[in-house]
């Protein structure tokens, strides 16, 4: 069965900084592109950050470009996303996601989130 168990989330003031992590089991992790989503309450699903299976290609909204990297430790079997500067409009509760493939067009599980809050 597949798990993604998402954790660091937390309350930050505008410019502040979070990291991020996803537990991932119950698959071959290394074999599967992985993303990075969020949803802001009453609104719908945003990719904001995705990396294929190997770790080489990376690709971001333009809505955080330069701000948010993603990352994963194959040997560990975890992804992470690092977040900066953090804006208000950044608030959400942010899911990780395994991909169908290597590549990562095409997602099937998801976490349970964790609540990332921005204010001052």
């Known amino acids: 069965e597949v798990q993604l168990v998402e954790s660091g989330g937390g309350s930050v003031q505008p410019g502040g900084s979070l990291r991020l992590s996803c537990a991932a089991s119950?698959?071959?992790?290394?074999?599967?592109?992985m993303a990075w989503v969020r949803q802001v309450m009453g609104k719908g699903l945003e990719r904001v950050a995705n990396i294929d299976s190997g770790g080489s290609t990376t690709n971001y909204a333009d809505s955080v470009k330069g701000r948010l990297t993603i990352s994963r430790d194959n040997a560990k079997s975890t992804l992470h996303l690092e977040l900066n500067n953090l804006k208000p409009e950044d608030a959400a509760v942010y899911y990780c996601a395994k991909a169908v493939d290597s590549f990562g067009n095409y997602y099937d599980s998801w976490g349970q989130g964790t609540q990332v809050t921005v204010s001052s």
């Open positions: 119950g698959f071959s992790f290394s074999n599967y592109a």
